[in-house]
Structure formats: structure tokens, C-alpha cells
């Protein structure tokens, strides 16, 4: 049985009145087995296996790098953040807490837009190009309707309550698990068959061109770990149960990431995999093993058992990359619609459905979102799969990546405002091991951005190797300015409608002013602005946990 939050003290300085009223209507149902499989599910993006084996086996060296400089730090700093404020809404709450409303608002509106352009761009493209690589073409208007079914049903995964929405990242979870566990068995006995392409030591060596080619997606195959924290008051245990679930979920997803990758560089040679099918070609071919052959010119034909296989790896990988974008879904929707009852947003746009207790509106509306990308997308690409693919995962990464720059200093910043609050889990190294953290997940974050909006930043500077034009994507190739502005114009347009949503929150935020106490919040500078606890009773804080 479901059982009801408490609603918050009057002194609780986290969130206006407008929450609290949608809060009593949520209900604890995660326990730490679903808070696990929802980060493996988060963490385990199967559309970028492809592009990190594209880059050969030096995507290995700066997966084992980026591991120590960057996964490890960002989950250090987000088991802090999240098992000491273990608020609904997570990430918007940190960042409200540290730098106020207007600036989380800002931020959790770009946190917000990176899911429907991330479902209705790079997992779409690689649902239907799995689609039509393992059943049936899906010729002009099939594909628009192909898409916006994937789109649809997601969503209707999304509204379902907690209860039932958390056996979706638990399916997308097992399926992972399943089809690539399976992927490597079948390399293996693809090897003993055939034997598999030479890696030279030399093609581990790392270069700076390549890092500036695969630090956006190498690092976004680690982000994910404060989605669960969007949901915290929807836990059993959030302080305990976050800090464990974030170290065991990067363990698994390091062996998940590394074992395909490479048993992709040891089917395929180099200069045939590609960033949108290096997996799909990867499976087809060592699934011949079961039945089919490998043409001369590399074109792969599946028959009998090699066929089934295949067709039920394909169902695998599209519910994988499908519940990839239920569960960034489930956490992203929830801290937006915190922060539009909270004042940052229209009103309407924070109410909790009585009978789901999930956030349906910003469910619907972000589903229409990635439905109008959708066709807007396949319009402006031509149907061109691989233009269409480096486009919107570039605009996907860097707008979660922008929002990362703002949230992660969050933590040295509650240090200091919070300093006696109860942290479950703290940072190790004190104050220098808090600094170290934050600015080596923040400085990635903010290096990252700069190299999708500009590919090959850096590159032949200073008489370092390499060609700035080569970093470009491929489909891209000679075609900068293109890229470019379908990076800039929808990040600016994405900022517009982050201060519009401020200016629409402006009744919420009167409203709550209205009824808070003479002094406490409001009269320095944004109404409604957290009030500053007293160290002497940091409970104060979470007191409506």
C-alpha cells in the first residue's frame, strides 16, 4: 500500500505554497532495487555505443579517462546533493536553494527541453533506422508515423503512476542487460568462427582530436545519476537508498559501455562503423554466426535461426533506447513541474494528476514537443537518418550540459549556506575535495558545450595534429554554418522560453509572497526567494520530509 506524504512545515524555505499543494498527492513506492534499475536504465544509452566505436579503440582510452576525471567526481557530488536534500524536484530544488528562483528556473527549462529533443531526435532516428535495418522499409509518410508512434507510447508509459511507470526503466534495465550480454556471447563465438579484426596497440594512443570528437558522448553516456533525485519524495529511504544506487549503477554501466564497444571494433573494420549504425551493423553481423553470411562487400543477410535472433535483438534495442527516454522522462518532467508550481513556470503546468500522481500536463506537452521536432527534423534533413542523428544529439547534450553548469556548483555553495544540515554522504577530502569535484565535472561540462557548438575547438592549435573541419559530423562534412545554427538558434529559442515561463510564474510567486509571513523571503530581490535558514536548526530545511 501507497503511503501519502506529509505536507511541509510552514518555515520550510524549499518551495512556495503552490507545491505543497500538489505534493500530498505523491506517493512513496521506489525502493532501492527500482532506484538502481532506473539509473542502469538512465545511464545505459544504447544510441551512442555507435559513435564511441566509430572514433576506434583510443574511444576506450578516453572512456577509462573520462571515468576517473568525470564520472567518478559527478557521482561523488550528486550523492551529497541528493542524499541531503532529498526534495521532489531534485536538481531545480539544489539550485534553487543556491543561487534563487529566476536562475533554477532558467536552468530547469533547458534540463527540461533536452528530453523531447533527445526522443523525438537521436533515440527516434535510431528506432526507425533499426526498424527498417531488421523488418521493413517504412517509405514516406510510414516513417512520420513510425515516429510519432515511439513518441506516443512513451509518453503513455510516462503519465502511468509510480507504481506502475517504475517497471519501465526495470524492463529497459533487463533489457539492456539481456541484449548485451547476448551481443557479447556472440562475438565471442563469432570470433572463434572467423576471427576478428586486429587492434593495434598504437590505435589506443589517445590524441587531443580525438578527445574533442568524443567527450560530448562519452560523457553523456555517464550523466543521469540526479534524475532519481527528481523524484525523492516518491522513495522509501532517499538518502540511504540514492548514495548506493549511484555506485553500484556506474559499476554496472562501465562493464554495460566497454564490452560492446569493443566487441564492435573486433567485428567491423574501422572504416565501416558508423555513429548511427556501428551497433545495429555490429549485431547483424555476428548473428550470422546462428545463420545467414557476410557478402564479399560487406553486405550482411540473416536466414533461419540467425533472422529470429536478429528480429528479437532488434525489439531489444528499440525498447532499450524507448525507455531511455521514459525514464530521463520521469525524472526531468518531475523537477519542471516542481519548478512551475514553485513560481517558475505557468501554474498550470505544476498540478499533479489526482489519479496518477505524476505531472501529466508537462508529460503531454513534451511528447507534442518531440512530435513537432519530429517532423520538423525529418523535413529540414531530407529523411537524411545520419544528419538528423548528429543534429539533435548535439542539441540534446548540450542543453543538459548547460543546465550541469549552473546545478554542479551547487554543492560548494549549500556547503556554505547549509553547513549543518545532516549529509548522509559527504564528499570526501573536506573543502578541497568539494572544490575538486565540482570543477572538474563542472569544467568538462562547460568544455563539452563549447565543442558541440563548435566541433574541433582547439584542434591544430599550437601546432597540435588535426584539422578543426574533420571534427565536424560527418553528414555534416564542409557544412559548418549548418551545424552551427541548428545548435545556436533552438539553445536561444530554448532560453526565450525559459524567461517566458518566469514571467508566466509571476501570479504563483505573488501569490505565494502574499502569504508568507512579514520577513521571511521575498523582500530581497525575487519574491518568493528561499528564506535563509538559521544554522541552529538546519532540520528546518526538509522539515516537510
Known sequence: MTQALPSPAPDTPDLSEGWGEQRSRLHKDLRRLDVLFFLICTLVGLDTIGSVAAAGPQGLTWMAVLALVFFLPYGLLVAELGSTFPVQGGPYVWTRLAFGRLTAGMNQVLYWLSNPVWLGGS????????????????PGLWKYAAGLAFIWVGALAVVQSVKVGKWVPIAGALARIVLLGFFLVSVVVFAIEHGVHPLPAGDFSPTYAGFVALVPVLIFNYVGFELPSSAAEEMKNPRRDIPLSILRSGLASLVLYGGPILGILFVLPSKEIGSLGGFIDA??????????????????????????????????????????????????????AVACADGAGPAWLGKISERCGTPVRVNLLSAALASV??????????GNGEKYFAAGLGLAISTTFISYVITFPALLVLRRKYPRTPRPYRVPGGAAGAWAVTVLATGLVAFTVIVLIWPGFGVGWFGSAGSAADSLPESFAGQRLQYTLSQVVPLLLFLAIGAAFYVLGAPARRRATASEPRGNGGD??????????????????LSGL
Open 373 to 382: 521536432l519530429l517532423v520538423v527534423a525529418l523535413n529540414l534533413t531530407g
Open 283 to 336: 549485431c547483424k553481423a555476428v548473428f550470422t554466426v546462428y545463420g545467414g553470411h557476410i557478402a564479399a562487400d560487406g553486405t550482411v543477410t540473416l536466414a533461419g535461426a540467425g533472422a529470429v535472433l536478429g528480429g528479437i535483438a532488434a525489439a531489444g534495442l528499440i525498447i532499450g533506447v524507448l525507455t531511455s527516454g521514459v525514464t530521463w522522462a520521469m525524472g526531468a518532467h518531475r523537477a519542471q
Open 123 to 138: 533515440l527516434c532516428i535510431i528506432a526507425l533506422t533499426t526498424w527498417e535495418q531488421f523488418f521493413t522499409p517504412l
Open 524 to 541: 530581497h530581490g525575487d519574491p518568493g526567494e528561499p528564506a535563509r535558514v538559521p544554522d541552529s536548526r538546519p532540520t528546518d530545511l
